[in-house]
């Protein structure tokens, strides 16, 4: 469904820790990105990358941690600076030079204790 | 910095009946618009996207309309289902080489039809 699988589904968190949420697509795709979804509100950007070893900020990068060391991976690391990381996270990944119609992955659901 | 606004954000209609959701984006040079469907708890899926050198698409009982002058897009569903029942989102994106895919979205439209 889709080719883009994030994991765990739901994720618990206790307010100073680091979690990492994992993004993992054999699309062949060459960009992903991040968002956090918000009740009532619509996606917001986090971070994204467009080839491996390379990323940039999105809209609301701060608190927040990526990399990019396969192409087929994009981990994003909720550190303790997120003031308030209780939310949808949505992966998605594009195809390059052919369009812009992005994928999304099925979302991990955040919720610090 | 670009922004793209939504209206309405709840929209209540009767089985039959069409629905209509408006777009306006804020950057002229955008150029590529698609609409996502997400259902509750679920992944967004694109079910219709439009590019600036069009002025509309249909696919189906879904059409989405595109002004440039006036930077504004529409989502119309005619003879809407129970199964339409989603939150809507439009975005903005600009497209062409060099281009970054990032979409701006706009707040969601909750669309309820009532059987």
């Known amino acids: 469904d889709g080719g883009i699988t994030q994991s765990p589904k739901y994720l618990f968190r206790k307010e100073g820790q680091n979690v990492t949420l994992s993004c993992e697509q054999n699309?062949?795709?060459?960009?992903m990105y991040w968002y956090r979804q918000d009740p009532g509100q619509g996606l917001r950007l986090i971070y994204y990358?467009?080839?491996?070893?390379?990323?940039q900020k999105g809209d609301i990068a701060e608190g927040y941690s990526v990399s990019r060391e396969k192409k087929e991976s994009f981990p994003l690391t909720v550190t303790s600076a997120q003031k308030n990381p209780t939310a949808f996270y949505l992966c998605?990944?594009?195809?390059?030079?052919?369009?812009?119609?992005?994928?999304f992955g099925p979302g991990t659901r955040l919720t610090v204790l | 910095g670009e922004n793209v606004e939504q209206h309405p954000s709840t929209l209540s209609v009767q089985e039959g009946d069409s629905a209509v959701i408006k777009c306006t984006y804020s950057?002229?040079?955008?150029?590529?618009f698609p609409w996502y469907k997400q259902e509750l708890g679920k992944r967004p899926q694109l079910i219709i996207d439009?590019?600036?050198?069009?002025g509309e698409k249909k696919d189906q009982r879904i059409a989405v309309t595109l002004n440039k002058t006036a930077k504004h897009f529409s989502l119309h569903i005619t003879e809407t289902q129970p199964e339409d029942s989603a939150v809507y989102f439009c975005?903005?994106?600009?497209?062409?080489?060099?281009?970054?895919?990032?979409?701006?979205f706009g707040q969601g439209t909750t669309l309820q039809v009532k059987p």
């Open positions: 998605a990944s594009r195809r390059t030079g052919g369009g812009n119609e992005q994928f």
């Open positions: 699309l062949n795709h060459d960009a």
């Open positions: 990358s467009q080839i491996v070893n390379d990323f």
């Open positions: 950057d002229s040079a955008s150029n590529y």
């Open positions: 439009i590019r600036s050198n069009v």
């Open positions: 975005a903005a994106s600009k497209d062409g080489s060099g281009n970054t895919g990032k979409l701006i």
